[in-house]
């Protein structure tokens, strides 16, 4: 088995696109979001031309999505220009709670024509009106290919926000039939812990039958809790209170814990800020608290820099208990991913100021409040 591992949609993109250009029997695709952008339009037009020329595509798109997609950036859908009443309300109430300069008045409520082909091919099998509360991002590419992480189909991951703030995500290719089998009887079978004969552990939260099977909460507190050293957590919105426990604990038993997340989530910010003032407190010694000013997106874990866990989870209370997720756990050292990785956080880290004080992670309570209720 081969793999790469990349940091950003800048470079993640090209490698997929380039994938799909090259599939010659099947495409799986699980999104979360895709918007009617620049690189939404180009990654719909490279799944079209290869349901043209004979690919057998099966496309998930959560109907959930269309909330942010409504709400944020562009407020452009590529699937989703019309959203059910209760859900356009949401993305409503969303959009005027995260108002950011640029930002469109109204939403564009035309289905874009390269979405109307592919709705409409005899090649595309797909599934766009369903609620599935699935958060999990991955491309499988003629049975060989897996490519999985926390990207979504997005301008912002490719470029940069309306703010002008890059984006830092996580994304792995990993090449090998017997793995990508693997995952699939895992995904069929609805199983949400899935070990891997090549050294790949995949962790999901699953709904199976209408009961919710979610690991990721488990297996999380596990490697926190195994951590010896060092503690690298590269995190996009926090809040679950074992998890939250469970690194104050590391702390306390002389883990050097080093939180990297952003200092203005695009969502939720003064909930992520009230949590990480609370952590902050908690931990008298051993946290280092970076806010970045770029958003960091990605959802990583790295223990004692060997085994690392990234993919679509966050170390928040929607991700531990409402949301389906995938998260894919291995050694950096193994897969020679470590100076990758440490090249990776030391990016992040440059355009980060560490914290000294709560002072400089205030919040409003009573917007933290609100969030807590979403």
Known sequence: MTSELYFNGATAFPILLESIQSAKRTLHIQMFIWREDNIGIVLAKCVLDAADRGVKITLSKDLIGGIFEHAEEHRLSLFHPKLPPLLAFKSAVLAVGYPMKGKPSKVIRTLHPLAHALLHHPNVQMTYQVCQNDHSKFFIIDDEILCMGGINVEEKEFTSDLLGRPYHDFMVFLHSETLVSQFKTCLEQGKTQCKSSQGVTFIMNRFRHGQKHFQAKSDLLALINKAQTILHIVMAYIGDPQITQAIVSATQRGVCVMLYTPKYANLQNDLNRYHLSHLFKSCSKNLTLYLCADMIHGKLVW??????????????????????????LYSAVNFG?????????????ERSICVSSSKQIAYRPFVAWIESLA
């Open 303 to 328: 223990i004692d820099e060997n085994e690392v866990t990234f993919g679509s989870t966050n170390l928040n209370k929607q991700a531990m208990e409402t949301l389906q997720e995938l998260n894919i």
């Open 337 to 349: 991913h470590k100076t990758n990785l440490q090249k990776a956080i030391q990016r992040i880290q």
